[in-house]
Every structure is written in structure tokens, then in C-alpha cells.
């Protein structure tokens, strides 16, 4: 029987080690599809411009300038109409190791972009929106996801 554990806890942290690179996981759909039904906003926009306010070598926040294409949803006493300027301010995540598992992290939008936003007031800063489904706050929707069961 010794003789074969020593050589099977080799390769089961072989094969452990071979696994963690493919072993990414964020939060699965219907987390973020709830997050999106539950945003205030959904707008299409059209990004003007990205400043980047960096600590170290990556930036830590973005404030991102944003013309609304479209108002899908916002809240009744909210009055953005077609052709409105926003602002939006979030934090980026830090670079995460290969293997990493968590939420999906929010992009650094670019210039020129359009795309749908799911977004909420930042409490801190009037006027100004923050993302409200973490990494899928921007991109395609999945309202549609539901918790299974």
C-alpha cells in the first residue's frame, strides 16, 4: 500500500496544478441577470472618453464620459433623454493570477465604444452613475437568466 501513495500524491498535485489555470469561474448567469433586471438604468451609449486615474501601474479608478444613444429604463423621477452626456465612475479591479476564481471584472471601456449599461446613482458623487452588474454591466444582456429550480 505505501508504495503507491507516495507516487500518487505527485500526480494528483500534478494534476491539480495542471487544472488551476482552466479552473476560472466567475458568478454564474442568473447572478448577473438578476443584477441587471434589478439596475435602475439600462442605456445604450456611446463612450466619448475614458481617464484613467492610475495607483502604480494599473489604474485603480475610470471616469468615463458618455453620450446616451437610447433610454431603455430608468427610474420614473430620472430625465435622460437620447443625446444626454453622463458621467460614470468605477474602480477597476486589480490584475488577478492566472487560475484566479471570482466575479467577472469590470472592462476598461475605450473611446468609440456603444453598448448597453446597466447602471445605478454612485451615492457618493451626484450626477454621476456607477456600474450596477459588476462585470456584465456592460455587453450583452442576460435579464433572460434565472436561478434554477
Excluded: C
Aim: aromatic share 6%; net charge positive.
Amino acid at each position: 500500500m505505501n508504495r503507491f501513495r507516495l507516487p500518487l500524491l505527485p500526480a494528483l498535485g500534478a494534476i491539480a496544478l495542471g487544472l488551476s489555470p482552466a479552473a476560472r469561474a466567475e458568478l454564474p448567469p442568473w447572478v448577473y441577470g438578476q443584477e441587471q433586471r434589478d439596475a435602475p438604468y439600462l442605456l445604450e451609449l456611446l463612450v466619448r472618453s475614458v481617464h484613467a486615474t492610475s495607483a502604480g501601474a494599473e489604474p485603480a479608478q475610470l471616469q468615463v464620459r458618455a453620450q446616451v444613444l437610447e433610454v431603455k429604463r430608468q427610474p420614473a423621477a430620472a430625465r435622460l433623454r437620447a443625446g444626454d452626456g453622463i458621467i460614470l465612475r468605477y474602480a477597476l479591479p486589480p490584475s488577478r493570477p492566472a487560475g484566479w476564481v471570482g466575479p467577472a471584472p469590470l472592462p476598461l471601456l475605450q473611446a468609440g465604444e456603444r453598448l448597453p449599461a446597466w447602471l445605478a446613482p454612485d451615492p457618493s458623487l451626484p450626477g454621476v452613475l456607477q456600474p450596477a452588474a459588476g462585470g456584465r454591466s456592460f455587453g450583452p444582456s442576460l435579464e433572460s437568466e434565472r436561478e434554477p429550480g
